[in-house]
């Protein structure tokens, strides 16, 4: 799987940003974070420290020659009176968001996308869709990922597209997903991509939460208004400005996934393969990454999986030159080498129900009609994630990495969260008893459905839900 590889970056440097934000005169520990700028050259100079295996420096410490005449000898008199910390501002809250020490090169893709934006290079919204999601670009025009904010999601209240507003006033009985917790859609999709990395799947774009601001972006005209206000203040009374805790409109917290090149729907290619077969060990390949997807959706409980969120990628053809061989004859043909075939797992936003569908619809997976979904699991999927599943301990960590996920979001609640794993351990204990009697996909869809419950300090137990949804095949 490719994804873009971003430039290197146009940071400003620290003494600029420093000379706009701050006065010289005021004691380090008490200067305000005023806006994103400062952050931004932050973790650039980390990055550089990081690579270096050197420890960086407390944030308000600026180590720099160049940047002396910024913080004159005066003021540094008193730094060990300073707290070692300084109070929590929207700022530093957007720094630990969007920076990611175990995962380097995701933040650098994130502080591309950062710096584009200062130079007047907007988030593009996406047409498609029933949310506000966002093309990001580097500082060239590249696509680089899409954003998905939290509150513009299909039933956040700045939803820019019309079609879910119309939805909730004319048919408010039919509103959402019974058994998913609204507005959650950005946590599904990082989690979505946590699970696929524990599990060695490596079908989903990387994706983490991330905090971003732009003027592209749907916001409330208040927040526009009060943007304006605060910079026409910070242009004519530095002095007054200087002390806002932000100056530019407020970031948006949602998911950030990588964008992914020469990827089409998946409903395109299926119906081209019918016409157009692929070559039998390009169609192995083919069986083995449909198994991965089926893995991870059965797994994560994927309430929106149809063939048109989920992408298939076809490699044209390569030729290349025949094998070393004493014959003379065959070293004057050349080889075509066959199609290789990826898949790429988009969309999770709507996975980790707290519950089983038990209302109007099943929202079933619609690989599971696919001629694919016939054929029993292969013996590489097998190995490949048998073991882990039948770890108890190896799942119980992935649920813990889940909480660490999830708990970041204001509304969370640790009951619901319970549910949530419940419904996942029982996906998890079906999947694993399927793998072990050789089932196919399709009859793994059939299985009764189950939920392994794991109170604290007791031993896990099973239990079957009673109701079931009154349509099966929506």
Not at 111 to 134: F, H, M, V
Not at 206 to 229: E, W
Request: charged residues 25%; aromatic residues 10%; neutral net charge.
């Amino acid at each position: 799987m490719s994804y873009i590889r971003p430039t290197e970056s146009d940071s400003t440097s620290d003494s600029e940003s420093c000379e706009l934000l701050f006065d010289s005169s005021q004691p380090i520990g008490t200067r305000p974070n005023c806006n994103f700028t400062s952050n931004r050259s932050k973790r650039a100079s980390q990055f550089d420290l990081i690579s270096m295996n050197t420890d960086p420096p407390l944030p308000d410490v600026i180590c720099s020659e160049q940047n002396r005449h910024v913080f004159p000898e005066s003021s540094r008199i008193h730094e060990e009176a300073q707290p070692l910390l300084a109070p929590s501002t929207p700022d530093s809250t957007t720094h630990k968001y969007n920076f990611f020490p175990e995962d380097l090169s995701f933040s650098e893709f994130v502080l591309q996308t950062e710096l584009a934006i200062d130079k007047g290079i907007l988030p593009e919204r996406i047409s498609q869709g029933s949310s506000g999601s966002y093309f990001v670009k580097e500082s060239d025009g590249k696509i680089i990922a899409v954003f998905k904010p939290k509150n513009e999601e299909p039933y956040g209240r700045l939803n820019p597209k019309w079609t879910k507003w119309m939805h909730k006033v004319c048919c408010p009985c039919c509103f959402g997903r019974g058994c998913l917790v609204p507005n959650q859609g950005y946590l599904s999709e990082a989690g979505a991509s946590l699970v696929d990395q524990k599990l060695g799947i490596n079908l989903v774009p990387k994706t983490k939460v991330v905090k971003l601001s732009a003027p592209s972006f749907n916001y409330l005209a208040i927040d526009r208004a009060k943007a304006r206000a605060k910079a026409n203040i910070n242009e004519r009374l530095p002095s007054v400005g200087r002390r806002f805790h932000r100056i530019g409109l407020p970031p948006k917290v949602g998911s950030f996934q990588l964008f992914v090149e020469g990827y089409k729907q998946a409903d395109f290619w299926l119906r081209r393969f019918e016409s157009e077969p692929l070559p039998e060990s390009t169609l192995k390949d083919f069986r083995l990454q449909f198994e991965r997807l089926v893995v991870l959706d059965y797994i994560i409980r994927n309430t929106d999986r149809g063939n048109d969120n989920w992408l298939i990628r076809v490699d044209k053809p390569t030729i290349g030159k025949a094998p070393d061989s004493p014959d003379s004859a065959v070293q004057e043909f050349h080889f075509v080498q066959n199609p290789v075939v990826r898949i790429a797992a988009i969309d999770n936003g709507l996975a980790f129900p707290f519950k089983h569908p038990d209302e109007w619809r099943a929202y079933p997976y619609h690989w599971a009609w696919l001629p694919h979904a016939k054929t029993p699991f292969s013996a590489e999927i097998k190995e490949l994630v048998l073991p882990r599943l039948e770890d108890m301990n190896f799942v119980e960590e992935m649920c813990d990495d889940l909480l660490q996920l999830f708990k970041n979001d204001k509304g969370f609640d640790r009951s619901i969260f319970d549910k949530q794993m419940a419904v996942m351990r029982g996906q998890i204990l079906n999947l694993t008893q399927a793998l072990k009697d050789g089932k196919s996909p399709l009859q793994l869809v059939q299985m009764p459905v189950v939920l392994v419950e794991r109170p604290k300090g007791r031993d896990a137990r099973q239990k079957f839900p009673k109701s079931a949804p009154f349509f099966s095949c929506c």
